[in-house]
């Protein structure tokens, strides 16, 4: 079935150290989008990619990095992660056609410690 | 400002009842669609229902639909016959500008 793919599904880090949580899809998607989503919360959206063409949100700090080697694959960097950016960090695909509808993978909950 | 305002941060009803969650929105797109999407706990959020703006037929998923009323900007999610796995969180949002509502926690009671 096509899917979209989190890993891993719990991380768990120190105050500072960088980390890196992945996602892959089998859709065939132009469009990946990262949000970072806290308890009981709306997801918010950190960035997305239009194929290579990166979309950084105004208000996403310089702490959070992505990259899109291929169509597949994105990944999400923090760099030095503080407590704060403990969260579900959702990936989630569309075609970028009209309907813009989101396919969302399963999150990876990520702990600071 | 484009917007989608939930103003129900929670309700619960019991099974079998029929639950109507509200949303609105306000956007300066012409042609956009809206969705619902549901976040059971601990779990994956999904697709529950989608309605284009042109369409003037309400969108219908089995036990689910929607009442879209353009003029007003609304765009509520009717369950009818709920069951206890519709116990979740459930999000509206439209496709212009990836914008979300902050969310309806539903639970259902046995």
């Known amino acids: 079935d096509a899917m979209v793919i989190q890993n891993p599904r719990y991380q768990v880090t120190q105050f500072g150290k960088p980390v890196t949580l992945s996602c892959s899809q089998t859709l065939n998607h132009n469009v990946m989008y990262w949000y970072q989503q806290k308890s009981s919360q709306a997801p918010k959206l950190l960035f997305h990619y239009y194929d290579k063409d990166f979309n950084n949100e105004a208000d996403t700090p310089d702490n959070f990095q992505s990259r899109r080697p291929n169509t597949s694959f994105c990944f999400l960097d923090i760099r030095s992660p503080g407590l704060g950016d403990a969260a579900m960090y959702l990936c989630?695909?569309?075609?970028?056609?009209?309907?813009?509808?989101?396919?969302f993978g399963p999150g990876t909950r990520l702990t600071v410690l | 400002a484009q917007t989608v305002t939930q103003s129900q941060p929670e309700m619960s009803v019991q099974e079998a009842e029929t639950v109507t969650l509200s949303c609105t929105y306000d956007?300066?797109?012409?042609?956009?669609?809206l969705f619902w999407y549901k976040q059971p706990p601990s779990r994956q959020m999904i697709l529950v229902i989608r309605q284009e703006a042109y369409k003037q037929q309400n969108a219908t998923e089995n036990r689910f639909s929607v009442n879209f009323q353009k003029a007003a900007k609304s765009f509520s999610l009717k369950i009818s016959d709920s069951q206890l796995g519709d116990t979740a969180m459930y999000f509206c949002?439209?496709?212009?500008?990836?914008?979300w509502g902050a969310g309806t926690k539903l639970i259902i009671k046995p």
């Open positions: 949002a439209g496709n212009y500008q990836l914008i």
């Open positions: 956007t300066s797109e012409n042609n956009y669609y």
């Open positions: 989630a695909t569309s075609s970028g056609g009209r309907t813009n509808t989101q396919y």
